[in-house]
């Protein structure tokens, strides 16, 4: 038997400045699927600090949106942010099924933010998506 995976990227463009601490919704879900990949790339370098910065970690927020199970672990931080530079998220649990809303979890602290910051998902959808 011939197969083949079937990928999708999802993008999401984020060009306003967040409120610190937020929980911005990325996408949901409309079949049983997995994160395979992630990443971030902003416009701005943040130089490293250790009061002005942010951090960012994608999160399985349920049907609702508001649960906190962690689909990956945190980039960013006190290290500082070069713009235009990939951060790649390590997924570890990115399976999910239908109607599950994924969220990236951004957390500021002093005057560190973005300008703009793209968010791409690689999902792997369809038979076997969480192998």
Known sequence: MIGYENRHLICSYLDWDPAQDEVI????????????????????TL???G???FALNLLNGG???????????TIGGTAGLVG???????????TLTAGQIVVLNYNENGSGSITAMLV????????????
């Open 63 to 73: 049907t609702i949106g508001t649960a906190t199970t962690a689909i990956s672990g």
């Open 25 to 44: 919704e990325l996408f949901r879900a409309t079949q049983d699927c997995e994160i395979k990949s992630a990443y971030a790339i902003k416009t701005n």
């Open 47 to 49: 130089a490293a600090d």
């Open 84 to 94: 235009l530079t990939p951060l790649d998220f390590e997924v570890s649990d990115g």
């Open 51 to 53: 009061t002005n910065w």
């Open 120 to 131: 791409q998902l690689e999902i792997l959808t369809g038979i076997g998506a969480d192998s």
